[in-house]
Every structure is written in structure tokens, then in C-alpha cells.
């Protein structure tokens, strides 16, 4: 009988096993604690590596789990000094390997760590890796899953049994999964529930098997017990609509003295206009008729809450035909549309015509970022590379 390692044996190192399949393949990465209170996908992960081994599950190449923030970890806080699921862009990734490590504060030392450690897996691999972010929240929730919206991303989180929402990872900024989405690795994060619930950590489990069916790595009928354990997860879905997008998010600043109201748990509906938080300046009501998701009730972290809307299947369908016959091409000649100069990947918009019509088009070929500038608004979407190369890949497959 293995005798379960308790959390401080588990993040007294990076990696938590490494299990090589009989089989030739890419290399999937889970990493649980990238927030320090959250505990759960660590475990799930380490559950699942176990399993692997013990029944000698033939898996088609290498499955690793990561612990996340360590430090953060140990003291049971999402994070000691600043949040490790930011400061992935490509400029906080130059100004930290200019730095001198001696400097490092805790988060930075994890960071530069990880860093090292995804360059050794991308040497070690001619592919892509597949990447999947375990995560849990301070609010009860029901499961769901994220990715940058990108139609390969969309195969593997359309398959998990939960709801996908949309727009989630390109409203972060500075994220590891948006970090590797740029590396051209195939990365999808899920939300497992609340953090210490019991149920949560096995949901997450039966996510990382769902994963790693959905990407290839492993047949279900491979799993023991795999359709029950799917039917655990599917069943926290049943009343929830498949595919979201996010339509708002409520950052916040440092001094905002933020404060959910009580009693707000994800996918409750929500009401234009109805009061769902205040702060230093008052009472904060809702823009959108929609779906709250992610309330914040910890002292931590900048996002105090999103609000989702259902995205119909047709929506979906249109979409992926869309970008396979590259009907972007024509957005440019759209008027107060341009393309950027330099990145194909970026579209400017002028401010007075990004009303939410043209937005719903925008979404429709993964343009879910944006950010206003002067008299326009900036809408970019993840783009496919593939590690380093110069040029996008060359199949508008993912796209
Ligand atoms: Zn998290």
C-alpha cells in the first residue's frame, strides 16, 4: 500500500514524478500551486502520476507534474510577495533574466526556476508540449476550463466535460499559460471548485485523465474506471451552459478596498445594473446581464470578479469554419479596421466603432484581448508559434 505523501513532502521539490509511457510521444505537463492556496491540483497531480505508475498505464510519451509557487505553498498564501501566475510577458521575462538572482524576491526565484525548467522540456522535445493548469477558487464553483482561444486549444477543452470559458486567459495579463500559448505549446488551465473542498481535488484528478485522453496521450478505455469517474465531473456541468466568453472583468488596484458581497458563487446570474461589490468609491453594480464568475472573497489577487455570457453553438460552429477559410483576411478592409503594421496577430480598432457587435465578430477569430489606447482600441489574439520559429505555423489549424 503507497502511503500518500503529506503537502510538505510534496513541494519539498519541483517536480512532483515523471512517468515515461511504453510509448513514443509529447510531453504533458500538469502543475498544480502556481497560487499557494490552492494546494488541490498538486495533489490531484501526484494521484494521477501514482496511478500511472502502479498499473503501468500505456500512456504515448511523458507525463510531469510541477508544484508551483513552493514558497507560497509552505505558508498556505496564494502568493508571498507577488502573484507567480503574472509577470509572464515577454518584457517581465527580459527584465528577469537581467537581473541578478541575488535579487530575486521569493516569486521571482520560482519563476526564473520554472523557466529553466520549460527550456529543458522544449529542448528535450521536437513537439509542442501540452500544458494544463490546475487551479481552485475562493468561491464555491462548479469546474469549468479555460485556454487561449485558439481552434487546437478548443479540441482539447471542448473534450473535458465542463464548462470552457472563453476570453478568460487573454483577459490576464502576464500569465504562465499565455506564455506558453506564445511558446506555441497547446496550454489549458482548470478551476476545480473551492479551495479545500473534499470534492475538489478529485475533480481535478478526473480533469487530468479527461485531459490526457483529450490530447491524445491515453485511450479512455485504458483508465480504470474512466466513464465512472468522467460521470463525477459531468456531473457538477448538467445545468451549466457548455461554452462562456467573458464579456467583463473588475480588476483591482492596490488601495481599492474591494469588497464582493456576500453570497455570490460562479455561474449565478447576474443583472445589468444589479450590486455585486463595493469599494473605496462606492457601490459597484454589473454592466452586463450575464453569468458571475470567480467572486473574490480572499484578501489576494486583482481580478474581484468576471461576468460571462453563454456563447451559442452556432456561434462556435461559425467560428471554426471561419478561421479555417481565413475569412479574416477581410476584417482589415472593415471601416475603422486596420491591421498592425508590424504583427499580424493585432488588429486596431477605432474606438468609436468597438461597439459589442463588432466585438462578437472579433471573438469569432480569437481576438478576445483588448486594451484602449488613444481614440482606438487594440484587440489581439494568441498566436500559434511554434517554439521560436519565425514564421506562424503553417496550417491554419491553430489558428
Ligand atoms: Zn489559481
Redesign the pocket.
Known sequence: MMRTPSLEQLISQRVLGTYDGPNAGPTYVVMGG??GN?PAGALAARAVLDELARSSLPLRGRFIGLVGNRAALSQGR?YVETDL?RGWRPEDIERLMAADPATDGPEDAERRDLISMFNELESQSDEPLAFFDL???SAPSAPFACASDTLRNRRVIFSLGVPVILGLEESLDGSVMGFLSDRGHVACAV?GGQHDAPLTRVLLEVAIWRWLVASGAIDAKDIPDFEARSIKLQATAIALPPVVEVRYRHGIKPGDEFVMNEGWESFDRVEEGERLARDKRGEIRSPFTGLMLMPLYQSQGDDGFFIISHVPRWRIVLSRWMRKMRVERWLAFLPGIHRHDERDDVLVVDAKRAGPRLELLLFAFGYRRREPGDGVVVFSRRRPWFLGRAEPMSSNEGL
Open positions: 502556481i497560487h490552492e496564494r501566475n487551479h481552485t477558487t478551476e
